[in-house]
């Protein structure tokens, strides 16, 4: 409502239409120092202006609108900080927090501008209103001038299509991040690896899940770096001590296989890797590493390593049993011969003569028996070291010996050493082709030439390989294919056949770690291949 209406009279300087009950004094001609101090002097002094309700012919509808929409813009502007300063406060990550509290500042003050525009109906402060006009004006141009400083700033901030193009690479990373962990983990489980680190300033240890199941502990029992040596074996336990020391002194890490102790009391073997950390000073701040069951194959190594021991007892037991074997067979054989040398066979009947004729022949065949078993075991235990061979040289040599049977037999030798060399034993080389080629020459066809074909080359693998080929009448090897390089095993009636030479040179090759199959088919030739595996 507007203030009851006292003895008014025209004053001229408000205009026609102003009345008041106030005296009207005309403006002041004094100095601007005295006007600034009466202005503060006289801030809350209303004695020289009317109510607003006064100055002009405002309706009630008028007024009220005027004074109402002031008081919600008022609340309004009081309202809009209190939201504005209570995010800055709750979120410490808000950007320009110092902005906030300028627009803050400033929001407040033009609301009061407002408020104060609606008591001047009632309450002419026009002084106090302009003073407050005067803080929004500063206020305003410092929020102008810090907003123009940190714009630079504010275009740096991602927008809001930028914000979710990355929230969408950083989940398809964080779905690639747990889906490489769940393999990693899902690795670790299978092939029972876990992972752990020890601070080694706090001496705590971080143990990941597999770690913990290979202990047989749950994941929340405390393992320090004392426990985590207890539950080895006491031999164990003073090595992973002294390890543990070395790396706090020396920063060096370790790569031990040990046996801990279940909880079950069990044994169990572990691999326990570790690597040091440092800063950038150098100083030793983390270990960090792996442990990994190898119970199972660390036991079937420990057997396999028992049997082989066993093995190689057993196996120089046998070759001391066959030498004892070999050397009194032969006495028994030599005395034998040196018996039926000595006996006179004119003396013996027909019929006792006879007789006697076997059984120097049953001797004569057992000295050879034992001279070809006694040939082999040497090749067997004796190790002969390689030299340099030439493949052309040698097979020359070799051809020479043989050159009588060669010319018999209408033979033609083709040769063709892509490779010219081997590291081999010289005389096994030697006794090698000269078996292949008397081989050929024994067996040949009797309406054909021979024809031998020798050649070397590189397999895929770069190994050297010695093909030997002839036109020959071959070996059924769907029937004979298991006893081709057996001792005494023979495939033709052939009056010199006596089984000893391919045995004999499949054990001179396999002495020397290499190989040698055979391809052949009745009247179709007979072709070797031997695989050189070179020895330095």
Request: aromatic share 12%; glycine share 6%.
């Amino acid at each position: 409502m507007k203030p009851q209406d006292t003895a008014l009279s025209k004053i001229p300087d408000c205009g026609p239409i102003c009345q008041t009950g106030h005296i009207h004094h005309p403006l002041s001609q004094a100095g601007l120092g005295e006007q600034i101090s009466t202005f503060f002097i006289g801030i809350l002094d209303t004695s020289n202006w009317p109510a607003r309700w006064y100055c002009g012919t405002w309706s009630d509808f008028h007024g009220w609108l005027y004074i109402i929409s002031d008081l919600l813009i008022w609340a309004a502007y009081f309202l809009i900080p209190i939201f504005l300063f209570r995010l800055v406060i709750l979120r410490k990550d808000f950007p320009f927090p110092k902005v906030v509290w300028l627009f803050g500042a400033f929001i407040v003050l033009c609301g009061t501008t407002h408020f104060v525009d609606a008591i001047i109906f009632w309450w002419p402060v026009y002084r106090l209103s302009a003073f407050i006009r005067l803080l929004t004006a500063l206020v305003s141009m410092t929020t102008v001038y810090v907003l123009y400083r940190i714009l630079p700033n504010v275009l740096l901030l991602r927008s809001v299509k930028e914000l979710e193009h990355e929230i969408n690479e950083r989940r398809l990373v964080e779905e690639k991040l747990a889906a490489s962990e769940f393999l990693l983990s899902e690795a670790g489980h299978v092939g029972r690896v876990g992972g752990w680190e020890l601070d080694v300033l706090t001496k705590k240890f971080n143990w990941s899940k597999t770690a913990y199941e290979i202990y047989g502990r749950e994941e929340d029992y405390f393992i320090g770096p004392e426990e985590s040596i207890s539950f080895f074996i006491k031999p164990h336990q003073e090595i992973l001590k002294q390890t543990l020391e070395n790396a706090y002194k020396q920063g060096i890490g370790w790569d031990l296989e040990l046996q801990l102790i279940t909880p079950e009391q069990s044994k169990k073997w572990v691999r326990y890797y570790a690597k040091p950390l440092f800063d950038q000073s150098g100083n030793l701040v983390k270990m960090r590493g792996v442990i990994m069951d190898i119970d199972k194959y660390k036991t079937n190594e420990v057997a396999l390593s028992k049997s082989v021991d066993l093995m190689a007892q057993q196996n120089s037991q046998l070759k001391s049993f066959t030498h004892i074997l070999s050397h009194n067979l032969r006495n028994h054989s030599s005395n034998i011969s040196m018996l039926s040398d000595i006996v006179d066979e004119t003396t013996l009947d027909n019929n006792n003569t006879e007789i006697f004729q076997k059984i120097k022949h049953v001797s004569e065949n057992l000295n050879e028996t034992l001279n070809d078993l006694s040939t082999v075991i040497k090749i067997r235990d004796s190790y002969l070291p390689s030299q340099k061979l030439d493949f052309k040289t040698t097979t020359e040599k070799v051809l020479s010996v043989l050159d009588t049977g060669l010319i018999q037999s209408h033979a033609i030798v083709d040769m063709d050493f892509e490779v010219d060399t081997v590291l081999f034993p010289g005389i096994y080389l030697e006794s090698i082709i000269m078996n292949l080629v008397s081989n050929g020459i024994k067996y040949k066809k009797e309406d054909e030439d021979l024809h031998i074909e020798l050649k070397t080359y590189l397999d895929k693998n770069q190994i050297t390989i010695l093909e030997y080929t002839d036109n020959g009448v071959g070996i059924d090897l769907e029937l004979h294919g298991e006893k081709v390089f057996g001792l005494y095993k023979t495939f033709h009636n052939h009056k010199d056949a006596n089984g000893v030479g391919l045995f004999l040179i499949k054990n001179q090759i396999e002495s020397q770690g290499g190989k040698i199959t055979v391809e052949s088919k009745p009247d179709k030739g007979t072709k070797f291949k031997i695989t050189f595996y070179e020895k330095n």
